[in-house]
């Protein structure tokens, strides 16, 4: 069973989980109304992903004998400046989970909660997974600069993605 302190931090963790897929979501609709419809796509499934990983903490606590508070959610942005600009929003919004993640490890640690850091551990990999990918589409879009053509063969290689979880 989760201290006090570990439930609470989980509860965050949750919601921040779930705060991402809306962001995700409200990307994908950025790209659906600019017919990028392989960007949509990709965010769509990070979408899903992030959802998918409220859940593994979600049922994670309720097996562990804690108990889930789900919280409200932000509201997440809905005007973005350019594809680019998304993309690299998404990377900072990545590199602020990992950092949750990380503190709550450590948190976990210092409670000595050893179910709960074998879970973390596996959000810590997926999150150096995230950064990455992320990190590799906007260098490939910072290498096709303003041409149109290089951003829709982006856009036909995100359109490829399948689910991996």
Known sequence: MPTKAVAAAINDQIAMELESAYIYLAMAAY???HNLPGFSHWM??????EQA???????FMLDDGGHVV????????SEFKSPLQVMKQSLKHERKVTAAITTLYELTVQEKDYPAQILLQWFIAEQTEEEKTVGDIIAQMEMVGDSGSGLL???QQLAARTVTE
């Open 31 to 33: 790209f659906d109304e």
């Open 44 to 49: 769509r499934m990070q979408h899903q992903e």
């Open 53 to 59: 990983h409220a859940m593994k903490l979600f049922d």
């Open 70 to 77: 789900l919280q409200a959610l932000g509201r997440p942005p």
């Open 153 to 155: 063969l982006i856009d």
